[in-house]
């Protein structure tokens, strides 16, 4: 038996039964009990530290518990064998650099940010109040595909908004649309998919991360040719059909049945039509979705976004399956819990429901339709109308523009950053062909500019575009 | 030149260019305007139906955008060629089933479930409206592995009650375990994994359907035996140390430190840590966790979730990952945003901050023992102490219950459910080897249960399981 070196201290923070266990088992770990050692009786060593026998039978009980004592009957407890296997320096010590992050600048026109001042701070607060205290069954788990209600309330915008035809059944809510593409990109794994050039690369990087081999097919003035995806030998076609992203090509309805037509010559081929931003059309109203036009069994895989409409950062995504891709997802995700939150999905069906959504999208639409018209005009003063040209107008949350000066498009990147303006130039969405991009073109996304800096922002733009290029690199 | 057979109707819902627009469309669709067909010029047609020019131009112009008509300059609107697709019945008119639930029961005790009633609304509410207003920043994208805030309040959480060595820069937060454990098992795909017979099924289901092979290894007294995982030929190791699922065995020091070896025998070696429900040990506190064992650049991946903690439906969870494989995620999924909502990533954080948490901890943890003690007494005076084992009393948020009656554990479920008592059979955790299956043992999960249905529940049971089975199948 051993006689433990011990003294505890009363009335000092951890508990006598924290330090004796603390004591023991550092005594363990040092090597200085060896695994057999019989430690004292638990009245003995309750004298020798003048504490109660309680106290030194938790601190034991604990550390039976743990591994390092074993208790034999009527013999009392042994040091069990353990590895010590800790590495030198228990404590976080070693530092690990954090995510890298753009560098925060003063004109942010990159693409994928909203107008945080025209949420509905107001209705969304009273709806998540009014839930959490009237909805706790909502604590609990939930559909895996989302809440019945708030798929019923999706389906039905989807039905009016974007002339897509499904039942609620077909609907699955997803904490956003990397999230959702990931999962059934899964399910076409070793497949091959045909992808926009220029394009998203988010969606492609998706694709590939989950076994779906990607091809990158050039666009035309139509969007995704039909002779190049033929080519491309792909089962799989990737598009943005209602705004090509980045160019803002609108694929016009030829192209549409024609790919829709691909699609149904092989079984087991399907379209996604990623509809990412189709709320935001300010002349017309917005082309119908190619999976409406495919029809409800049609062959298309169609994913459309809350992160424009009401902010990134509440992340609520949902797609539309084929009932025979629907069959495969329930067989391999059938026991994944959904997403979003319960709360969330509730928040935004009642939100839906009372008819504040779609009087919010007309708010923000004449809201992003004055920005984009105040940003083109202050532009074209600024820099000369003969010396740009802007596209993109009718749709979307960016413009592109071009400049007729001679400047390269990396010189415009370049300088525009130098000078406060975070924006990217149109060849850093070419995944191949860089050369065709066309010259000197760069984005503008404007959905997060404040008003009062478009002429600032002009201001700087041309200054930093017109200027000779001395001392530059 | 073609004579549109139309009239439209003022008045009447849909704006003129809209019935316009529709009428054109109609025909296309139906064949009555074939490709080449030259419309009506605009003032024409505008005087043939009584309306303004402008409402023509505006129908023609839609039906341009998307595709239907070509402007040829100086001749007019042409009819294109399009094919039409649209399946037949294009509205949704078929019907497709509901994803598959379980039915309702009178008392659940299934396991997954928490007690609703504890949640702490009215702090959370508060929390939520606070940041609602003041940081509508919170709107925008924010860091991809999580808010950093809550990050380091995690870690420190982490650290002080699991024993936990990492920086914030390690943990990655996302909506669920599922997804979490998706993600870092693709990581891992080609390899295998050695996973706990019985275990908690969804583990391998996930590592399956991410490309890790499972080899199922039986437990003994001290979790995963180290002579099995061996044998497996595994690289991976997927265990719950803390409270293993289902049976409540408690991994000693000594198997974790042999785990450590030989995860550190091999680079490439990983254990996967899933310490589900550590929050809810009652008698001593809960064991350090592997992770904190194997020191911060030791070779486990650590997971921890908030479903039980707060509430299933809230998303969170949060991953610890290992250095290197930490580096392979953020190549990987650089470009993915955080699955879960700013907000609440941000109230979470205010409510761990505040002292909420460990708070509401250690309330629940007294509600939840006082109930288990309860569930307990009630089942043995009911059932007769002689007929019954109860194990898993110490830890976690279920039971398991023997029945020394002989009444098969088949038979048994199958009682219960008749008589509105869901629960499942241990067997039903056995991936494989279910012969070896200690008899007649259900598992209890109590999380969810009214104390009010304590009594009756106790007493449902006693005569599904006592009475003579006449009758029955």
Not at 18 to 24: G, K, P, R, V, W
Not at 120 to 132: A, M, N, V, Y
Not at 390 to 415: A, F, I
Request: charged fraction near 20%; include cysteine.
């Amino acid at each position: 038996m051993y006689r433990l070196p011990l003294t505890l201290r009363s009335g000092d923070g951890a508990p006598l039964y924290e330090q004796l266990y603390s004591s023991i088992l550092g005594q363990i770990r040092a090597g200085e009990l060896p695994a057999g050692t019989r430690l004292p009786g638990k009245r003995s060593l309750s004298q020798q530290l003048s504490v109660g026998v309680n106290t030194v039978d938790t601190a034991y009980q604990m550390l039976v518990a743990e591994g390092y004592l074993e208790a034999r009957p009527r013999s009392g407890f042994f040091v069990l064998e353990t590895v010590e296997t800790v590495a030198p320096g228990g404590a976080a010590a070693v530092s690990i650099p954090e995510e890298a992050s753009p560098p925060p600048c003063r004109f942010d026109l990159s693409t994928g940010s909203v107008d945080t001042e025209l949420f509905p701070f107001r209705t969304w607060g009273r709806i998540q109040k009014e839930l959490l205290y009237d909805a706790p069954e909502l604590l609990s788990h939930g559909p895996r595909q989302g809440e019945r209600v708030l798929r019923q309330a999706v389906g039905e915008y989807l039905a009016t908004y974007r002339g897509v035809v499904c039942s609620p059944e077909q609907i699955v809510v997803g904490a956003g649309t990397e999230y959702l593409l990931g999962l059934v990109a899964h399910l076409l794994q070793g497949q091959t998919a045909a992808v926009e050039n220029p394009g998203y690369q988010r969606l492609s990087t998706i694709l590939q991360n989950n076994g779906v081999v990607c091809r990158f097919v050039d666009i035309d003035s139509a969007g995704l040719s039909l002779e190049a995806l033929e080519r491309s030998g792909a089962e799989l076609c990737c598009v943005t059909p209602s705004h090509h992203f980045p160019t803002a090509v609108t694929m016009p309805a030829g192209r549409r049945s024609q790919l829709l037509r691909w699609a149904r010559e092989r079984p087991g081929r399907y379209i996604i039509e990623d509809d990412y931003d189709a709320e935001f059309r300010f002349d017309t109203r917005p082309l119908p979705s190619l999976q409406g036009m495919g029809g409800q069994l049609g062959p298309v895989i169609y994913l459309s976004t809350f992160s424009k409409s009401l902010a990134p950062s509440i992340r609520v995504a949902c797609m539309v399956l084929p009932p025979e891709l629907l069959e495969r997802y329930r067989e391999t995700y059938g026991s994944y819990a959904n997403t979003v939150s319960r709360f969330e999905q509730q928040t935004l069906y009642r939100f839906m429901e009372g008819g504040y959504f779609t009087r919010h999208l007309s708010r923000m639409r004449s809201a992003y339709k004055a920005r984009m018209e105040r940003l083109c005009e202050a532009l074209s003063t600024t820099l000369g109308p003969e010396n740009i040209h802007l596209q993109g107008r009718h749709t979307g949350l960016h413009l592109l523009l071009t400049l007729k000066t001679g400047l390269s498009e990396e010189e415009m990147v370049r300088r525009a950053g130098e000078a406060g303006v975070g924006l990217q130039g149109l060849s850093a969405y070419y995944m191949e062909h860089r050369s065709t991009c066309p010259a000197s073109t760069v984005i503008l996304g404007y959905a997060a500019l404040r008003d009062a800096d478009i002429p600032p922002l002009a201001g700087v733009l041309r200054e930093a575009w017109q200027r000779r290029d001395v001392g530059s690199r």
